[in-house]
């Protein structure tokens, strides 16, 4: 770690990305061997000699290994949940040894449709298998392991990484002591599945998708990716953030009649998807998709969920966010209310906030609060 | 009419449409002068002597004229309005006369995209304008005249169709003596046209659109027009309708870990895609989008909507439905905010459903004797 004058003395800096290769083969959920794998991740503080402080930050659907610091000393956008990991904020690099992993069929550096198949010498493409929650936790468990770390102080995510967290619970009670759940469900809705259809057919109608082969023909399904993105971005804000941000304001002023943009939430939308184009691959984004839908712990306790959360012995903070209707405070308070039937310890927080699902990205003053505050207690009661 | 024993008692039988040609120039919102056009409706009831009992039913985004009754004596399924219109139905056709007429634009038979343009003797296809609700109202007025009827009993609609019997009350405050505005909204929220863009953009990115141009190619958008129509129908549903009809219910029972139908959700909706495809035009369904984003009367009384009521003489009933989020009930106490602050004779009505935006087109029983109850009072004091 190098620090530049332009960088804020808050941040955690320059931070370059590690590579472990793992060799141990993988038997994903859906029945295919990953015979080996690459997890690249970052690292953030440092690891105490207990080995006591070591927190996991799990990633959503287009989230990356880059959580917080900056890729160069020039680099002018620093990572996706910098406000929130770095020294003296929430999670105090001065105290935790962070670490951020790419999952799984991503398409930031661990092995994914982009990674050359061994068996094949060609990028795995639409042929690399559907993982799961499971299976990123697991994958997990093996860098955890070749980093040292018997057991996370904590487990943390919004959104998908949400999920990650309640998994880490069930499946590792002892490798887990706090799972901090954000803006997350035990289980996907019919709507939310509903949108995520939506998406995979966009891209999958693309006519440059070529059945996942895109790149074989040297294109990109380009206009699927940004219907997608799109449409997410919709679902990822509230009706009253997106009326505070832009109401029916028009972009000339007046209606020009025709299809071009007019209103300017026409040409935020646009831009995200153009945006997003560039930086994501169609087939990583089709199988996170399937991720989000096949998430359903209970399922495997007779869709009992007090029942799943019997063997967590880790604390949980939950939180939701009150505007947030793709992963809405209801489906928190769901998963509260097991774990209380469940004899759990868990603290619950419903942060007011009008900017939806993306709350668990900003930098809200009160949800910034419970966090430090929980990192504050765990910190305390590993000094024990 | 003509009745078949396989028609119920309570229906107005077999209904064929009547197509009306109009010479006299219509300008429109946009500038664009239609020298001539036809309107399709058809007619339900029989006209009073003192033509005071006629009732103007206007339709939303994908609807036509064909509201009520069946097109042949073997047509298995009724018109879209059917449950509400006809002998001893809440619109009860022993009393009102009822008017339905497609709007211009669509694709049903009144000019639009798919009709011969004079001026070039091919179809306008995308040349065809972007019309507003304030020319739809324009045009029927213009049918009304024809049809000899000074004056509407009632002007109704559900959504885009709401919208529509709000502008005839702004518009031609002699000629309507009600106006029953349903599951509408002043005007767009920015969620709103965020969706409709995103419908747009799915239509036309897709390669076989061909600027609008399509038959001449041969081809239709039809991928385009599939996703738009499977994104509209999430949003024409609730979050917990969705939940009660399909849940996360699989059609093979487990995951198959790959991208054909699993989840009841995906397979319904792409029925609904493909099935729309068939009987729909994309220009149509663009430029209808457009005229939903357009709408905001207020926008013409410096966006104040109080004023903008100010002229009105109808009296008003409005109808909302608690689980629609798409045009949800806090839109709709808007606008009776402003008719009540306006001085204004309003009723209205939150009716608890859990079926969304959709509710407006379902036999929903207090929705149904609101209805009923409105139409009795329409007709008492009509008697005075």
Avoid at 213 to 238: F, W
Wanted: charged letters at 20%; aromatic letters at 10%; a negative charge.
């Amino acid at each position: 770690m190098t620090m530049s004058p332009s960088i804020p003395t808050d941040s955690v800096g320059v931070v370059l990305p590690e590579n472990l290769h793992f060799e141990e083969p993988l038997k994903l959920d859906c029945g295919v061997v990953l015979d080996e794998y690459d997890l690249i991740f970052e690292t953030y503080g440092t690891l105490n000699e207990q080995r006591s402080n070591a927190v996991l930050i799990c990633h959503a659907l287009s989230g990356d290994h880059h959580a917080a610091g900056y890729s160069a000393a020039d680099d002018v956008k620093p990572g996706w949940w910098d406000n929130c990991i770095g020294p003296g904020k929430p999670i105090d690099t001065n105290i935790y040894y962070v670490v951020s992993s790419n999952n799984l069929g991503g398409c930031a550096g661990s092995t994914g449709p982009l990674t050359i198949n061994p068996a094949t010498d060609t990028p795995y493409g639409p042929d690399f298998p559907i993982v799961t929650v499971r299976d990123w936790v697991e994958s997990q468990a093996r860098l955890a392991d070749r980093l040292g770390i018997e057991r996370w102080a904590a487990v943390m995510g919004g959104s998908l990484g949400g999920m990650q967290a309640l998994q880490w619970a069930i499946d590792y009670p002892d490798r887990i002591a706090h799972a901090i759940v954000i803006a997350a469900t035990p289980k996907l809705s019919t709507q939310n599945i509903a949108f995520n259809e939506v998406a995979r057919q966009a891209i999958r109608y693309d006519t440059s998708f070529h059945d996942g082969h895109y790149r074989d023909h040297g294109v990109v399904p380009e206009r699927g990716l940004m219907l997608a993105r799109m449409l997410g971005h919709i679902t990822y804000l509230s009706d009253d953030g997106l009326h505070a941000k832009f109401g029916r304001e028009l972009r000339d002023g007046k209606f020009n009649f025709g299809y071009d943009v007019e209103f300017q939430i026409e040409s935020y939308l646009r831009h995200q998807g153009l945006s997003f184009v560039g930086r994501f691959d169609a087939n990583s984004y089709l199988l996170m998709t399937k991720s989000l839908d096949y998430f359903d712990p209970a399922a495997r306790f007779d869709n009992d969920l007090t029942k799943t959360l019997s063997n967590c012995s880790a604390q949980f903070l939950v939180i939701s966010f009150t505007s947030d209707w793709r992963f809405a405070p209801a489906k928190s308070r769901e998963l509260v209310r097991a774990l209380l039937d469940a004899n759990k310890d868990v603290s619950y927080a419903n942060i007011d906030s009008e900017q939806g699902h993306d709350s668990f990205l900003l930098e809200i003053p009160a949800y910034h609060a419970v966090l430090r505050s929980y990192f504050d207690r765990i910190h305390r009661e590993s000094g024990k």
